[in-house]
């Protein structure tokens, strides 16, 4: 099966500063790939990038990009498929519905926009998607104003948004980030249902491991502006390659398990910081000369993919 | 009307109260004894006096203020006027009542005005937005050359620049002869705007005439309220750009004219209305003087004839027209701020 989204070699500079150094990333169809990372790693402009949305004074360049077949490298091309063909949940829902207009008329705004739907068609597709994302009095949502609705609601209402121009894929920047973890658990519940009814594929950007676990297919695990491991979800728990990724997962086990938090050494570096080969030698546990010196191989075992010298299995074969 | 607005109505009594006092002293203070312009030059001292005394200027400050204000009560005699019963006075100079002057003359510099507005956010607020849009590009330094030049460009010296360009060097618009042709007949009228009042009556060429005189002080007066009003549009439009919803309208397939007209302008849009509203009592001032250059016959003109002739009836009503326009001009703005932003709550 080939891929929707395939990423290859995607680099941004903002205002000179690397952020992201050869990211690789692929979503399949009907998927949820999950992206996870510290704060700084590089999540966020992964997708901004996929939909010409970096901030001015960036720099992107891809190695290729393509979606659904077609070359994603034109900006012009990405900036079409927004919502059109890529739907988009962001990161702090109150926040980002327009605070002057009401919800309804935003939502049936966007299905004029994308669907080409008259005024009143737009209206009752409004209403249905409202009540697919299970509001459950979608007149009242429909006349609401942002303000008067919670942070869980506005986020239903961004993600029927999202669904609006029926995209293939839906990209979802941590989705639940200032909700409350009771809302957390809904809102990404629905944003795995919806995924598969709607017959899209699904790309969830989180620092929150525990999230990843619950909704995704696959894991991307990025770390200083490149993809460091990628794998099934159940793989990466089980026994991710990358020291990193393990590191990250055993420490998200131990939080949930009530043990005492163990961190990871060391810091993640800035960008324009003098990296190492391997950028996260100077933290990892299993370091040794060569990961200073020479660029990561591309390792392949146990239905996962890492660049590292030294991972974390005894088969792994480089490639 | 709502309760709001009732009560803002009510609000304003008190602070006219405090307007007519001042505008009543400020007139006295003035140089020029009104009873001596009203008599002529070759008049002697005993007619001037007689004049005083039938103008009652000869009485003392306190019960003149009383008589304008309540009227021949306060002298124990029976008999109306006085401004609570809505008489401002009989004018000195015109010997009619002030507010029949006033409310001849109004028209006119209500459609002065308001074209002067309507260019003014015309221009404004799609520049403002676009300067903001393609922030340090040409179309911003350009804004920034007209925000200057706004600032710096006193709008009756901007009226004589205007005339000489395009009335005597071009000729392409009509002279300073005031809101129509000589010989034109003014349109008959339920509303005393000559162009709406000839376009609901047909008369194309009374219309035509009429747009092509108001041309020239529309611009005078409205182009130096472009600056503020650009510059805060430009400013308020930044902010809205960087904002989280307007990411996620870009991110949901909004660009263009619908994102930046719709979207952000709305957001926008309060700053800019409230410095419309403090504009208006600017230009209410600035009528004064681009009357008196264009012989636009309304208030700001018969303002400052008043001034002239010391008419201290007619100075107070103009002052209290203008105290009352700004107050609510500023009750039509916080009510219009309450319909474009469903946040703020008027109580």
């Known amino acids: ?319 | 009307m709502s309760p709001y607005v009732i009560r803002r109505l009510i609000a304003l009594i008190p602070i006219l109260i405090g307007v007519t006092l001042l505008a009543f002293l400020v007139s006295r203070a003035l140089p020029g004894d009104p009873a001596r312009l009203y008599a002529g030059i070759q008049a002697s001292d005993a007619q001037v006096e007689a004049i005083r005394e039938r103008l009652g200027l000869n009485q003392p400050l306190y019960q003149q203020y009383c008589v304008y204000m309540i009227g021949q009560t306060c002298l124990g005699e029976s008999g109306g006027g006085g401004l609570i019963r809505g008489d401002l006075g009989e004018s000195i100079r015109t010997g009619f009542s002030v507010a029949d002057d006033i409310t001849a003359r109004l028209p006119a510099t209500i459609e002065m005005v308001g074209a002067g507005m309507l260019f003014a956010l015309a221009a404004a607020l799609p520049l403002g937005v676009w300067a903001a849009v393609r922030r340090g590009k040409l179309i911003d330094r350009f804004c920034r050359f007209i925000s200057t030049l706004g600032v710096a460009v006193p709008d009756f010296w901007l009226a004589l620049i205007l005339m000489l360009i395009f009335f005597v060097f071009l000729g392409w618009l009509p002279g300073p002869v005031g809101r129509l042709d000589i010989k034109a007949i003014p349109p008959d009228g339920p509303t005393g705007f000559y162009t709406i009042d000839s376009l609901i009556r047909g008369q194309w060429e009374t219309f035509r005439n009429a747009v092509s005189h108001l041309i020239l002080p529309m611009i005078a007066i409205g182009f130096p309220a472009v600056a503020p009003i650009l510059r805060l549009t430009r400013n308020a439009t930044l902010s809205v750009l960087n904002s989280d919803y307007i990411a996620f309208g870009r991110a949901s397939g909004l660009r263009g004219p619908p994102l930046y007209l719709k979207y952000v302008l709305r957001n926008a849009l309060p700053g800019a209305v409230t410095m419309t509203g403090l504009i208006v009592g600017y230009m209410i001032g600035g009528a004064v003087l681009v009357e008196r250059v264009f012989s636009w016959p309304g208030v700001g003109l018969y303002a400052f004839a008043s001034l002239q002739a010391n008419d201290y009836p007619a100075i107070q009503g103009f002052v209290l027209l203008s105290a009352v326009t700004y107050m609510l001009v500023f009750l039509v703005v916080d009510l219009v701020q309450s319909v474009i932003d469903p946040r703020v709550r008027l109580k």
Do not use: W
């Open chain 1, 1 to 319: 099966m080939s891929a929707l989204l395939e990423l290859r070699g995607l680099e941004v500079e903002i205002q000179g500063l690397p952020i992201l150094r050869g990211v690789d990333i692929e979503v399949m169809p009907g998927e949820i790939l999950g992206v996870v990372g510290e704060t700084g790693a590089g999540k966020s402009m992964t997708a901004r990038a996929v939909l010409d949305l970096l901030p001015a004074g960036s720099a992107v360049s891809f190695r290729s990009c393509s979606f659904g077949g077609q070359d994603f490298i034109p900006v012009k091309a990405r900036q079409e498929a927004r919502g059109h063909r890529i739907g988009f949940v962001p990161q702090r829902p109150r926040g980002s519905l327009n605070p002057v207009f009401r919800v309804g008329h935003q939502l049936s705004d966007a299905l004029r926009r994308l669907r080409g739907l008259g005024r009143r068609a737009a209206k009752k597709e409004a209403l249905d998607l409202l009540r697919s994302v299970r509001i459950t009095d979608p007149e009242r949502v429909y006349r609401s104003f942002p303000y008067e609705l919670s942070g869980g609601m506005c986020q239903r209402v961004c993600i029927a948004v999202a669904l609006a121009g029926e995209p293939e894929l839906i990209i979802a920047d941590e989705p639940t980030t200032g909700l409350d973890v009771t809302i957390q658990a809904e809102i990404l519940r629905l944003f795995g249902d919806l995924i598969s009814e709607h017959n899209t594929a699904g790309m969830l950007i989180t620092h929150d491991l525990g999230v990843v676990a619950d909704v995704c297919d696959r894991v991307a695990v990025m770390y200083a502006g490149r993809v460091v491991n990628t794998g099934t979800t159940a793989e990466i728990y089980r026994e991710a390659l990358h020291p990193y990724a393990n590191r990250l997962v055993s420490i998200a086990a131990s939080l949930d398990s009530g043990g005492a938090p163990r961190e990871i050494p060391g810091r993640v570096p800035n960008p324009g910081d003098d990296l190492a080969s391997c950028a996260f030698a100077p933290r990892c546990f299993r370091a040794e000369s060569d990961c200073f010196e020479q660029e990561p191989p591309l390792v392949d075992a146990e239905g996962q993919l890492a660049f590292c010298h030294h991972p974390l299995t005894s088969e792994a074969v480089s490639r």
